[in-house]
C-alpha cells in the first residue's frame, strides 16, 4: 500500500496568515471605533433635539420657555438656619419643569412643588427630594461620556448628612449667555448686577441669555436670532476632576446633577473614602465672566472668556474654577449645542471667542454672519 502525505502549513506560512490577520484588525478596529462614536454622537444629537421640543412645547403651552433656575426673593420667608445650606435658596431646575415634556410625568408627581429642590422651606432636616433627584434620566445622559455611576451624594438616609446634593447627573446645560452670576453675597449686591439680586430681568441685555435666574425667554425675545442663538449645550460630567480650591478633597470627578438648583455654588458631596463622592456644579454654562464697573470686584476679571472644552481636565488644587461653568465634551474637537429654532449643530472648540459669546446672547446685536 501507498501512503500518501498530507500536506500540512509550515510555522513560515502560519505566521504570514498571523500577520495578515494582525493587519486586517489593525484596520478594521479604528473603523469599528470610528463608526461606534459616530453612533454615539448621533444619540447625543438626538437627545438635544428631542430637548429642543421639548422647550417648545413647553413654549406653546405656558407662552415662555422654562427658566434655567426657579428662585424665590431672598429672605422670604427666612432662612432656618443662618448660614445653613438653605441660607441661599434656590427651589428648582428647567429639568423639573420639562419632566412632563420628556415623557417624566410620573417622576414629575413625586415632587412636592411648596418644597425646594433639597428639602421643605423651614425644615432643613427634611431629606424626601433627595432619593427623587437621584432618579437618573436616559436623555440627559450623554452616550459618549463615561462615568462611574449615576448615583451622587446619599438618599437623604441615616449617616449621609455629608451629601446634601443628591442627585443623578446630566451632560447638558442651559445656556446662562455671556455673563456668570454669583449665589453668595458680596458687600454691594444690590447695586452689582452679579450678586444676590442678579435675576435675568435684572441682566444687561448685551450678556443676558435665553436662561437664568426666574428667566421668562419668550421666542419674540430672542432678537439675535433664533438660528443664531444658544439654548442648551453640552456640559459633560465626569470629564474634569477637581481637588478643591484648597486641596480639601482628593482628585473626585466633576458632575453636574440635573435636579442641583445652586447656580454658581460648587461643592464636593462628601469627603475622603465616602461612596458616591463628586464634585458638583448647577447644569448651566456660560461663554465668559462679565463683570461690571460697579462691581467691587471687577479688577482684572472683565469679559474673561469661558472656553470650550477647558484644559487641563485634572483641575488639582485651584482656585479658579471656570472650567466648572464651561461647555465641554467628550466628542473631539468641540461640543453640541441646541439652537432656539430647534437645530442641533456641532460647533468646533476653536470657534473665534468673540463669535462664540455672541451667540450665547438673545439680545446682544450681534453679527456673527451664519458661519460658526
Given at each position: 500500500?501507498?501512503?500518501?502525505r498530507r500536506p500540512a502549513f509550515t510555522l513560515i506560512e502560519l505566521l504570514v496568515v498571523i500577520a495578515v490577520i494582525a493587519i486586517l484588525v489593525a484596520l478594521l478596529l479604528p473603523a469599528v471605533q470610528q463608526a461606534r462614536s459616530r453612533a454615539r454622537s448621533l444619540q447625543c444629537r438626538s437627545q438635544l433635539k428631542q430637548l429642543g421640543l421639548a422647550l417648545h412645547n413647553y413654549h406653546s403651552v405656558h407662552g415662555l420657555f422654562p427658566?434655567?433656575?426657579?428662585?424665590?426673593?431672598?429672605?422670604?420667608?427666612?432662612?432656618?438656619?443662618?448660614?445653613?445650606?438653605?441660607?441661599?435658596?434656590?427651589?428648582?431646575?428647567?429639568?423639573?419643569?420639562?419632566?412632563?415634556?420628556?415623557?417624566?410625568?410620573?417622576?414629575?408627581?413625586?415632587?412636592?412643588?411648596?418644597?425646594?429642590?433639597?428639602?421643605?422651606?423651614?425644615?432643613?432636616?427634611?431629606?424626601?427630594?433627595?432619593?427623587?433627584?437621584?432618579?437618573?434620566?436616559?436623555?440627559?445622559?450623554?452616550?459618549?461620556?463615561?462615568?462611574?455611576?449615576?448615583?451622587?451624594?446619599?438618599?437623604?438616609?441615616?449617616?449621609?448628612?455629608?451629601?446634601?446634593?443628591?442627585?443623578?447627573?446630566?451632560?447638558?446645560?442651559?445656556?446662562?449667555?455671556?455673563?456668570?452670576?454669583?449665589?453668595?453675597?458680596?458687600?454691594?449686591?444690590?447695586?452689582?448686577?452679579?450678586?444676590?439680586?442678579?435675576?435675568?430681568?435684572?441682566?444687561?441685555?448685551?450678556?443676558?441669555?435665553?436662561?437664568?435666574?426666574?428667566?421668562?425667554?419668550?421666542?419674540?425675545?430672542?432678537?439675535?436670532?433664533?438660528?443664531?442663538?444658544?439654548?442648551?449645550?453640552?456640559?459633560?460630567?465626569?470629564?474634569?476632576?477637581?481637588?478643591?480650591?484648597?486641596?480639601?478633597?482628593?482628585?473626585?470627578?466633576?458632575?453636574?446633577?440635573?435636579?442641583?438648583?445652586?447656580?454658581?455654588?460648587?461643592?464636593?458631596?462628601?469627603?475622603?473614602?465616602?461612596?458616591?463622592?463628586?464634585?458638583?456644579?448647577?447644569?448651566?454654562?456660560?461663554?465668559?465672566?462679565?463683570?461690571?464697573?460697579?462691581?467691587?470686584?471687577?479688577?482684572?476679571?472683565?469679559?474673561?472668556?469661558?472656553?470650550?472644552?477647558?484644559?487641563?481636565?485634572?483641575?488639582?488644587?485651584?482656585?479658579?474654577?471656570?472650567?466648572?461653568?464651561?461647555?465641554?465634551?467628550?466628542?473631539?474637537?468641540?461640543?453640541?449645542?441646541?439652537?432656539?429654532?430647534?437645530?442641533?449643530?456641532?460647533?468646533?472648540?476653536?470657534?473665534?471667542?468673540?463669535?462664540?459669546?455672541?451667540?450665547?446672547?438673545?439680545?446682544?446685536?450681534?453679527?456673527?454672519?451664519?458661519?460658526?
Amino acid at each position: 500500500m501507498v501512503r500518501r502525505r498530507r500536506p500540512a502549513f509550515t510555522l513560515i506560512e502560519l505566521l504570514v496568515v498571523i500577520a495578515v490577520i494582525a493587519i486586517l484588525v489593525a484596520l478594521l478596529l479604528p473603523a469599528v471605533q470610528q463608526a461606534r462614536s459616530r453612533a454615539r454622537s448621533l444619540q447625543c444629537r438626538s437627545q438635544l433635539k428631542q430637548l429642543g421640543l421639548a422647550l417648545h412645547n413647553y413654549h406653546s403651552v405656558h407662552g415662555l420657555f422654562p427658566p434655567s433656575f426657579v428662585r424665590q426673593a431672598d429672605g422670604d420667608p427666612p432662612a432656618p438656619v443662618a448660614g445653613g445650606g438653605l441660607q441661599y435658596r434656590s427651589h428648582w431646575t428647567g429639568y423639573h419643569l420639562l419632566l412632563p415634556y420628556i415623557d417624566q410625568a410620573p417622576l414629575h408627581d413625586l415632587y412636592d412643588f411648596d418644597k425646594t429642590w433639597i428639602s421643605s422651606l423651614l425644615d432643613p432636616s427634611d431629606h424626601s427630594m433627595w432619593s427623587v433627584n437621584q432618579t437618573p434620566i436616559p436623555l440627559l445622559i450623554c452616550p459618549s461620556v463615561t462615568r462611574n455611576g449615576t448615583a451622587i451624594g446619599g438618599d437623604g438616609s441615616t449617616g449621609s448628612s455629608l451629601h446634601w446634593m443628591a442627585g443623578s447627573p446630566t451632560d447638558y446645560a442651559f445656556s446662562h449667555g455671556a455673563d456668570r452670576i454669583s449665589a453668595l453675597p458680596n458687600t454691594a449686591a444690590a447695586a452689582c448686577s452679579r450678586g444676590l439680586l442678579h435675576f435675568w430681568s435684572q441682566w444687561p441685555t448685551r450678556s443676558r441669555g435665553a436662561f437664568g435666574y426666574n428667566s421668562r425667554c419668550r421666542i419674540v425675545d430672542v432678537r439675535d436670532g433664533a438660528s443664531q442663538t444658544l439654548f442648551i449645550g453640552e456640559k459633560a460630567g465626569s470629564r474634569l476632576t477637581y481637588r478643591g480650591p484648597s486641596g480639601q478633597t482628593p482628585d473626585l470627578p466633576v458632575e453636574f446633577p440635573w435636579a442641583m438648583a445652586a447656580v454658581s455654588y460648587f461643592a464636593p458631596t462628601g469627603g475622603v473614602g465616602v461612596p458616591n463622592s463628586y464634585w458638583v456644579a448647577g447644569p448651566y454654562a456660560v461663554t465668559a465672566d462679565v463683570r461690571l464697573p460697579a462691581c467691587p470686584d471687577d479688577a482684572g476679571d472683565i469679559g474673561t472668556p469661558f472656553p470650550m472644552n477647558p484644559l487641563p481636565k485634572r483641575l488639582g488644587t485651584a482656585t479658579d474654577e471656570r472650567p466648572l461653568f464651561s461647555f465641554q465634551s467628550e466628542h473631539i474637537g468641540g461640543s453640541h449645542f441646541l439652537l432656539g429654532d430647534g437645530a442641533v449643530r456641532f460647533i468646533n472648540e476653536s470657534i473665534d471667542q468673540r463669535i462664540y459669546e455672541a451667540l450665547s446672547t438673545i439680545d446682544g446685536n450681534e453679527v456673527t454672519g451664519g458661519g460658526f
